[in-house]
């Protein structure tokens, strides 16, 4: 349902200003509980996919904080690990509907190299190499190299990404 002619409240867009420009029609994405009584276009447009307290009358706002959105895969098999998604807040309750959640993952892969190496030490998942002396590609050798599951040594996988804000429409 739309109540500007143009968008459906509900609708989340990504916006590019700071936090203190966001349209008076709509609201951050972060999570927080929100009377239905106050909001009760947005409450029938998003339901409780987000969570909420039926019972209070209150429900939630997607947060959506840090996260990459993602869509949903109603069926379409595009989300090999659909199953193992659940709800916000609650890792014990399996759902793939809209406001699921999915934890970070690694697909399991390997790397090919097209030179000789030694493995020089071993240390859990951290794995140091170099190629012997007596390599034919000495050109190539760049030194002992430090290979870590998933890459550069960091605290999550992921692409090249830019900040933005994520904004729901309430309504006017």
């Not at 760049?142 to 992921?158: A, F, H, L, M, Q």
């Amino acid at each position: 349902m739309s109540d500007n002619g143009t968008l459906p409240v509900g609708t989340i867009l990504s916006f590019g200003g700071p936090m203190e420009r966001i349209p008076a029609e709509y609201l951050l994405c972060d999570g927080r509980p929100l009377k239905i009584d106050s909001y009760p276009a947005l409450h029938e447009a998003i339901g409780f996919s987000w969570g909420g307290d039926p019972e209070n009358g209150r429900f939630f706002l997607p947060d959506l904080r840090g996260i990459f959105i993602r869509g949903a895969d109603l069926k379409s098999g595009n989300d090999p690990d659909a199953n193992s998604r659940y709800l916000q807040g609650d890792p014990a309750q399996s759902d793939q509907e809209v406001g699921s959640w999915q934890n970070a993952d690694l697909m399991n892969h390997q790397h090919t190299w097209n030179h000789f190496f030694y493995l020089i030490t071993k240390d859990g998942e951290d794995i140091a190499v170099a190629q012997p002396q007596d390599s034919p590609n000495l050109s190539d050798r760049s030194g002992p190299i430090t290979i870590r599951d998933g890459g550069n040594p960091g605290n999550e996988t992921r692409p090249i990404n830019a900040a933005v804000t994520y904004i729901i429409y309430a309504g006017a």
